[in-house]
């Protein structure tokens, strides 16, 4: 058996645990926004941080509002969510040179959802050398960027955060 560890883990399995409040929606309604790891926010939707990134620089795009599918977004809460994407590719492309992104939603539990109920989008940037033999062999993603690092870049990208 192999044994990836990953200390860090037991605060979120001990916070998930807990908390059966909806992550987006109390990020959303602090002021933390630093702490929380949002860069962004528009006026129906945020950007943030992924706290458990694919790659560095993997950013999810989340409505206000608390709804789980896109067919229960506004015209307006569909249309800003796909603006905060297209900015988040544009500040994405320029701070962190990826060769090109991956975008997708989880939409349910058998989806692959991790947060149920609050519908949001992934956007991960790729680059030609971030598929290496630690996946193929040690089944296992290395994550080359510390989280701080990579907030404080795309911070300065995004700007001051405001609308």
């Not at 807990?18 to 933390?32: G, I, N, R, W």
Request: hydrophobic content about 40%; some cysteine; overall charge positive.
């Amino acid at each position: 058996m192999k044994r990836l560890w990953a200390p860090w883990r037991m605060a979120y399995i001990k916070d998930v645990a807990q908390d059966k409040s909806c992550l987006f929606c109390k990020v959303a309604k602090t002021k933390e926004d630093e702490k929380n790891l949002l860069l962004f926010r528009g006026r129906l939707g945020f950007v943030m941080l992924n706290l458990y990134p694919y790659n560095s620089g993997h950013l999810m795009v989340a409505p206000y509002r608390h709804v789980g599918s896109i067919e229960q977004l506004t015209e307006r809460e569909s249309a800003e969510l796909f603006r905060l994407a297209g900015k988040s590719i544009r500040v994405l492309g320029k701070t962190m040179k990826p060769q090109g992104f991956n975008l997708g939603m989880n939409l349910g539990r058998v989806a692959g959802a991790g947060v149920l109920g609050h519908l949001h989008l992934h956007i991960v940037p790729r680059w030609s050398g971030d598929t290496n033999f630690m996946p193929i062999l040690g089944e296992a993603k290395v994550v080359p960027e510390a989280l701080e690092a990579t907030l404080e870049k795309l911070k300065r990208g995004f700007g001051k955060g405001g609308r």
